[in-house]
């Protein structure tokens, strides 16, 4: 029986970062092609109906909306009625408790808020590039998304979710390239969790102190009111009274309330949606989103939602008086110099620096950004989502009519062509590692060992998801036919394909994982034999966790103490290879 990893993988022997780092900056920088198109706008297609038409057609009826909206409320504004309306509603608004200025807490967390949602937006999207497609039903099916950012799906041959992701220049994602939603996550995750404490930290301070009879609207009055500003800005025209150093005008209050409590809220309510953790645990959750592909597309829309917010608020800022504007949220004064400009100035230079160098980071040093990205951000998933296991069952009726593969590799190879034109019955898995009874077992074997089905949903890292009947034998049949012994922790799912650099593709699972009783070895897909594009004759199912540990076409199981003694060490080969974090549960 052999003991270790399959095959001579070199990295079994000599993990080696800097080559591995070198192989992904290669692979992800690979220049633009027909197969791997760049984000750009002009590939943006919205669908209508049977049709997908550019979303400059969107743009363009945006825009002569605007201009319509525009015209109207000049004519409105004009009339006698109008103007009736808007001096009955006073657009700004006499709350007489609200203090005067902008204190440092205020000052402080806008700028970091500010600061982290340009990293956080610039990671989603290329996140987003990943599967650049968003859907408004719960199924992924080719042609009934309602939003790509690429052409349609080709019908002529296999093609796989990792063919599908687009590249980014670097000028807008963090990190740019092609297929870099590793490094992305890191990106993302790290500067939500500090998004996250510095909104904690503002909503405290908003209660605690005055602040609150700003922003929180506590009167029916004040969206009449915010409908007479909106009359008098989409006119063309600025409210004329106190400053927003006094007091906000009743829009901007209502605004910043909507952005800071509706919005960011959204943000991070949808982000949290799409985890296989919580969604294949709690669907009450979920469902108040729909589902994670719903989830998906309003987080998207979240972010719309934030860039143009962003957009108006910078143009008002402008319009409304600019030096004195940024002397109120920079250093809280109220006086006419430049000294707020100057200061604005040096925050944008600051953060094309931060981006600058965030993005050489993830190239130069792919490695640490994991490690300190698996110690913060997987320590808290580990915290918040570990001892969910996943139960929610969905039914036939929910099961995806498509279902996207997602590999690089098949197997390949004289040995594998054997069994497979022998309908896999000369196929042994192996089980040896850290056990009392290694075992070699035969299909006809581990179906007669014990059988569950399961209709889940399979949750891939880059944006997807599918629902599908799976049926297979309980991992935690097979951990009591082998009798792990105590120091075993960890086990190693190596495949019969290799990965997309070479080298045995393989993921890892804690025993703790593999005991939850949607844990399965799958044979069967949808009531029937597991095709091979979908691992046949045996893929792995975790349903707390995302679709790149499902291992397929699985060769070989090791009992391991730890992960990090096979291959490079960081638990999987998308971890050693495409810099993926530890255990991915959300
Ligand atoms: N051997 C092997 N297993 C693999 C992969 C792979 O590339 N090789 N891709 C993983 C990824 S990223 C996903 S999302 C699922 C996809 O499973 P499917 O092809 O059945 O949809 O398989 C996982 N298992
Ligand atoms: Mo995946």
């Known amino acids: 029986m052999s003991s270790g990893p399959p095959e001579d993988d070199p990295l079994a022997s000599a993990p080696n970062d800097a080559e591995l780092q070198d192989e992904y900056l290669q692979q992800a920088l690979l220049s633009e092609s027909g197969a791997h198109p760049r984000m750009s706008l002009t590939r943006v297609h919205i669908r209508l109906g049977r049709r997908f038409i550019s979303i400059w057609w969107l743009l363009a009826a945006v825009a002569g909306l605007g201009v319509a909206v525009v015209v ?46 340009i990293m956080i937006v610039r990671s989603g999207l290329q996140v987003l590039a990943d599967h650049p497609r968003l859907y408004g039903k719960v199924h992924c099916t080719p042609g ?32 740019g390239g092609r297929h870099t939603i590793g490094v992305a996550r890191h990106w993302h995750f790290i500067f939500d969790m500090l998004f996250v404490i510095n909104g904690i930290a503002y909503v405290v301070f908003f209660f605690a102190t005055p602040w609150f009879h700003r922003l929180l609207p506590t009167s029916w009055s004040l969206f009449g009111e915010a409908a007479s500003c909106g009359v008098t800005y989409l006119s063309l025209h600025l409210p004329q009274g106190a400053t927003a150093w006094v007091r906000y005008d009743a829009l901007q209050q209502l605004s910043y309330f909507a952005v800071i409590f509706i919005l960011a809220p959204l943000a991070i309510l949808t982000g949290l949606a799409m985890s296989p953790a ?70 944008v ?33 580990d915290l918040l989502f570990d001892h969910f296991a996943p139960k929610v069952q969905y039914e036939r009726k929910d099961i995806s009519p498509y279902f996207w593969p997602n590999h690089i590799r098949l197997p390949e190879g004289p040995e594998w062509e054997q069994l497979r034109d022998g ?22 074997e581990l179906r007669e060992m014990a059988k569950q089905q399961q209709i889940t949903m399979h949750n891939c890292i880059q944006g997807w998801s599918g629902i599908a009947e799976w049926g297979g034998l309980p991992f935690s049949t097979l951990i009591d036919l082998v009798e ?58 975790v349903e707390n966790q995302l679709g790149f540990k499902h291992v397929k076409w699985i060769g070989e199981i090791e009992f391991v103490r730890h992960f990090s003694e096979r291959f490079a060490g960081y638990g999987g080969y998308q971890e050693d290879h495409e810099f993926f974090g530890y255990r991915d549960e959300i």
Request: aromatic residues 12%.
């Open 72 to 117: 109207a409320a000049k004519l409105y504004a004009a009339s006698s009625s109008g103007r009736a309306f808007v001096a009955r509603h006073v657009c700004i608004a006499h709350a007489s408790s609200a203090p005067v200025g902008v204190p440092a807490f205020v000052r402080w967390t806008h700028l970091l808020s500010f600061v982290f949602l």
């Open 144 to 175: 009934r998304e309602w939003l790509r950012f690429r052409g349609p799906v080709p019908q002529d041959r296999v093609w796989t979710a990792k063919d599908d992701a687009i590249t980014l220049s670097p000028l807008v994602g963090l990190p």
């Open 278 to 347: 919580l969604d294949n645990r709690f669907r009450w959750y979920t469902r108040p989103f729909g589902n994670r592909q719903i989830a998906r597309s309003l987080h998207f829309l979240v972010m719309v939602s934030f860039v143009v917010f962003f957009l108006g608020h910078m143009a008002l800022v402008g319009l409304t008086g600019l030096a004195k504007n940024l002397n109120h949220i920079t250093l809280g004064s109220n006086a006419d110099n430049l000294n707020g400009f100057a200061i604005w100035l040096l925050v």
């Open 349 to 381: 230079v600051l953060v094309i620096g931060l981006n600058v160098w965030a993005v050489r980071f993830s190239w130069t040093h792919t490695r640490i950004l994991q490690r300190v990205s698996n110690a913060t951000v997987g320590r808290v998933m």
């Open 423 to 444: 309908d896999f019955r000369d196929y042994r898995l192996k089980v040896h590692g850290l056990v009392e009874h290694p075992v070699e077992l035969s299909l006809i």
């Open 484 to 541: 792990p012994e105590p120091e075993a922790q960890w086990v190693m799912f190596y495949s019969l394909a290799k990965g997309g650099d070479g080298g045995v593709y393989y993921d890892s699972h804690s025993i703790h994982d593999l005991r939850h009783a949607q844990s399965l070895l799958a044979y069967e897909m949808n009531g029937e034999r597991l095709p091979i594009l979908h691992g046949a004759p045996l893929r792995l199912r």
